[in-house]
């Protein structure tokens, strides 16, 4: 089965940390570029941090120098290590795959989403 299961998620405190982790199955993990998705109540979806490339990262301005993107190919996992968490960090976070040639397929999935929320 092709899919894509995000988990981790939790209730944090600000300032706290949460790692989440995305398990891939039932496709070639290694032809995806993986990135982390996030969309908070009354908000559009937004990328958070994605692959762009052989060791290449990339990150929304909103989490630079507190989240960190990793992937563990021998796995199939993807992780989002998230630190110094704050309020505006609160949302489901979405793992999301893309292939990297037309010729993939499914070209894109999406994992059910994982609710981080930070507060007091």
């Known amino acids: 089965q092709v899919q894509l299961v995000e988990s981790g998620g939790g209730l944090v405190q600000p300032g706290g940390s949460l790692r989440l982790s995305c398990a891939a199955s039932?496709?070639?993990?290694?032809?995806?570029?993986m990135s982390w998705y996030r969309q908070a109540p009354g908000k559009e979806r937004e990328l958070v941090a994605a692959f762009t490339g052989p060791g290449r990262t990339n990150y929304a301005d909103s989490v630079k120098g507190r989240f960190t993107i990793s992937r563990d190919n021998a796995k199939n996992m993807v992780y989002l290590q998230m630190n110094s968490l704050k309020h505006d960090d609160t949302a489901v976070y979405y793992c999301?795959?893309?292939?990297?040639?037309?010729?993939?397929?499914?070209?894109?999935?999406w994992g059910q989403g994982t609710q981080v929320t930070v507060s007091a």
């Open positions: 999301n795959a893309e292939g990297l040639a037309p010729e993939v397929q499914p070209s894109t999935l």
């Open positions: 039932g496709f070639t993990f290694s032809n995806y570029a």
